[in-house]
């Protein structure tokens, strides 16, 4: 019993770690660039970005900086 077991293992790791190793975050942004008019100077501004994971994996935003 205790080598069908080890055989089981053997043979079900590699799939798991092959399935690990495809699943990605994508992300999807509905319309990734907007486009400011002209402002004013001291005129506060905002626009928001609808950001949504449709990957199989936990998406990380890190470091978000204005170009």
Known sequence: MKKINIIIAILFIP??????AMAQPKVLIDNPVFTFESVPDGV???HEFKVK????TLLHI????PP
């Open 62 to 65: 890190t470091n978000v900086k």
């Open 44 to 46: 506060h501004v905002t």
């Open 15 to 20: 799939m798991f770690l092959a399935y690990q």
């Open 53 to 56: 994971n449709v990957g199989d």
